[in-house]
């Protein structure tokens, strides 16, 4: 009959020895763990939608600055186009006026000359009358000298013009219609005592024809130039009536 009061050897055998407990000495604190943590926010933040991101204040700066350069740059190039355009139309009506005022000088010149003369000395009257006027207008005077020349010496013509005004009356593709007024001093055997005359020429300049005269008129008497004979402003008077025979 077994005895149940022995201790059980072979349950006591097979228990291993409990190992021996290392104390932490006091002095020592405990190391810390070197490993990572754990990223607890890791599921939160993956539910979540990104935030936009935001730009560094530099960059914003950039942005502006090249803005304003962009917008001045604009600016600058139109007020550089309506200036040059501006600058266009003044020298484009700097330029008519200059041209206005040319015509006018070259005809007011020629309206005196032409009617300033000496019946002693015809020829440089005559060589006025051809000075700065197209080649038609020349032989014209040409042609009329003779006959001229049989009114002024017979009457002993001398006459001084003096420009009162040159008005441009018409203007088209470069030829300028000119009103010429002279005042012209004269004395002759018909008015020994002198007299002043006024007379309106009309004068064409052509800046075509490197500013030459090409038509000569006298608006008083509507002549135009044109036509046989010329019209060339003179300031002389007609030839003088012949005498009545006397009564018998």
């Keep these: 009959m077994p005895n149940d009061d022995a201790p059980d ?10 190992a021996p407990v290392q ?26 939608p990104a935030e936009p991101a935001v730009a560094a204040p530099g960059t914003t700066r ?22 040059l355009h501006y600058r266009g139309q003044v020298n484009d009506m700097e330029q008519a006026a200059a041209d206005r005022a040319r015509a006018e000088d070259i005809a007011g ?11 002693n000395d015809i020829a440089p009257w005559l060589q006025n009358l051809k000075s700065g006027v197209t080649d038609q207008v020349a032989k014209r005077v040409d042609g009329a000298a003779e006959v001229m020349r049989m009114v002024v010496v017979p009457v002993r013509l001398q006459s001084k013009g003096k420009l009162v005004g040159t008005k441009v009356s018409d203007e088209a593709n470069g030829v300028y219609k000119v009103m010429v007024v002279i005042d012209t001093d004269a ?11 006024t007379t309106a020429y009309t004068i064409t300049v052509d800046s075509n024809q490197n500013w030459l005269m090409s038509d000569i008129g006298n608006a008083l008497s509507g002549g ?6 010329t019209s060339a402003p003179t300031g002389a008077p007609t030839p003088p009536a012949e005498a009545p025979a006397p009564n018998p």
Excluded at 62 to 80: F, K, Q, R, S
Excluded at 224 to 229: L, T
Aim: glycine content about 6%.
């Design 9 to 18: 050897d072979a349950t006591t055998a097979e228990e291993p020895e409990s």
């Design 62 to 83: 950039a942005v502006a600055l090249t803005l304003v350069i962009t917008l001045l740059a604009v600016a600058a190039g139109v007020a550089t186009f309506f200036a």
């Design 109 to 119: 010149k020629y309206g005196v000359n032409a009617a300033t003369v000496d019946f």
């Design 187 to 197: 004395t002759s055997l018909q008015a020994p005592q002198g007299t002043t005359t």
């Design 23 to 48: 104390s932490t000495p006091p002095d020592e604190a405990p190391r810390p763990s070197t490993a990572p943590p754990r990223n607890r926010t890791s599921r939160t933040s993956a539910s979540l």
């Design 224 to 229: 135009s130039g044109q036509g046989s004979g």
